[in-house]
């Protein structure tokens, strides 16, 4: 009987050891960098609850533990409802955590309420403090607020003045008058940044340009995912393509629910999975009852200087076709309300009469650089019949300010669209 017993231990001993020693090799089949997501919020708008509504989700769903290799990190600018602009509040950088089951929430930085989280400064402090608190990590960020593609600041609202500057560098100047047009009974949607200001009772707008928000980021990001209207476009892909390995985005508006994020494991694995996370989004919406309405594309930037080079080729030899193109050229449109400077890729092309083998090889760019899409037939007002993931400015929509400031772009540079 003892020596059954003392067989008996061993055995367990011996399992343990094997257990032990499995799930050691198993740990360190792992990469040692830490893998940290972080969500940007610029909420000082009418999205305050919407971006609140979003953390709830996250907070409820799957947390890694305190110590843990994977980090959640939440820094949000939110508004104390979403029409109060008078009251300033001050912004979080917050870890989220589990420890045994029990939610932890952990403040790493504070930013005092005079200041705004659409501030390219504050963005890079932000990413500033995570890369000191977690050195050489693997980095993902999501920003999520308003977004009007590549359009300088202040633009999207005001057709006739190009509205540059960055908040911080131009205190002492007024802030471009904001606002959003919705089309009453429509739903909802976000539209990077446009938080409010309230100057004797009139509404400004905390605007940045996409230049200035690539510059802030400062670190290098394995994604960058924007939950936010129009950034799915060829100008931001590029300006952004040092940046970020890849980006996902939305050629058209986003609904105000934003991205799923009940379940954000698959941005903290070590293999991220960004085609799952906006396959997650677009079936959201594909199965809304009442909404369906949803563009989705996720895109490899390493493959963008490849395509940046066919279309330098492209744009020369159809430059012509290309200016006489107009919002009247019946070229699949991702805007609404007669803010016409987004326009279907390649249907740009298609309609400036390009050639079979020519477009042969602009799919096949295409095909290297996006790693998912999807979309809906419909989004809200806007009938779309083809979609090659990504839009792009036509050269005739706008008047000579904005030529000049596209001229500005990291895409225009290498491709020269605009002469």
Not at 57 to 86: C, E, M, Q, W, Y
Not at 144 to 171: D, E, K, M
Not at 211 to 230: E, N, P, R
Not at 290 to 296: E, M, Q, V
Request: hydrophobic content about 40%.
């Amino acid at each position: 009987m003892l020596k059954k017993l003392t067989i008996l231990v061993a055995a367990i001993v011996l399992a343990a050891a094997l257990s032990s020693c499995t799930k050691a090799r198993h740990d360190r089949s792992f990469p040692e960098k830490e893998v940290v997501m972080v969500f940007y919020g610029a909420g000082f708008n009418n999205l305050s609850s919407d971006i609140k509504r979003n953390i709830g989700i996250i907070k409820k769903g799957k947390l890694p533990f305190k110590d843990s290799r994977h980090k959640v990190l939440i820094f949000t600018h939110l508004s104390n409802s979403d029409s109060d602009f008078a009251n300033l509040t001050e912004s979080h950088l917050v870890e989220l955590s589990r420890d045994f089951g029990v939610f932890k929430a952990d403040t790493l930085l504070t930013i005092s309420k005079e200041r705004y989280a659409s501030d390219p400064q504050v963005l890079h402090e932000v990413m500033q403090k995570v890369a000191e608190l977690y050195p050489n990590a693997h980095y993902g960020l999501i920003v999520s607020s308003h977004g009007t593609g590549w359009l300088p600041a202040g633009r999207y609202t005001n057709s006739s003045n190009v509205v540059q500057y960055s908040v911080g560098s131009n205190v002492d100047k007024d802030l471009p008058l904001y606002r959003y047009n919705e089309d009453p009974g429509s739903p909802k949607v976000k539209s990077f940044s446009a938080e409010a200001e309230m100057r004797n009772g009139i509404r400004y707008s905390h605007e940045t340009s996409i230049q200035s928000m690539a510059k802030a980021i400062g670190v290098h990001l394995d994604y960058l995912i924007f939950d936010a209207c129009l950034m799915g476009c060829v100008e931001v892909a590029y300006e952004f393509k040092d940046v970020a390995d890849k980006i996902a985005f939305s050629p058209t508006e986003v609904l105000v629910d934003g991205f799923d994020y009940t379940d954000i494991s698959t941005l903290l694995n070590d293999n991220i999975d960004l085609e799952g996370f906006c396959k997650r989004y677009f079936d959201y919406y594909d199965k809304h009852p009442s909404s369906r309405y949803a563009t989705i594309s996720a895109i490899r930037t390493d493959k963008l200087d490849a395509l940046a080079s066919l279309c330098s080729t492209l744009f020369e030899k159809y430059r012509s076709s290309i200016n006489s193109l107009t919002m009247a050229s019946g070229v699949q449109r991702y805007y609404r309300s007669g803010y016409s400077w987004f326009y279907d890729f390649e249907d740009i092309f298609v309609k400036a009469g390009i050639s079979e083998a020519d477009k042969a090889a602009l799919d096949a760019a295409l095909d290297a650089c996006i790693t998912y899409k999807a979309y809906t037939p419909i989004f809200i007002s806007i009938e779309i019949n083809t979609y090659s993931g990504l839009s792009m400015h036509i050269p005739s929509e706008g008047n000579a300010d904005l030529r000049n400031f596209y001229k500005t772009l990291k895409w225009n540079e290498a491709t020269n669209l605009v002469e």
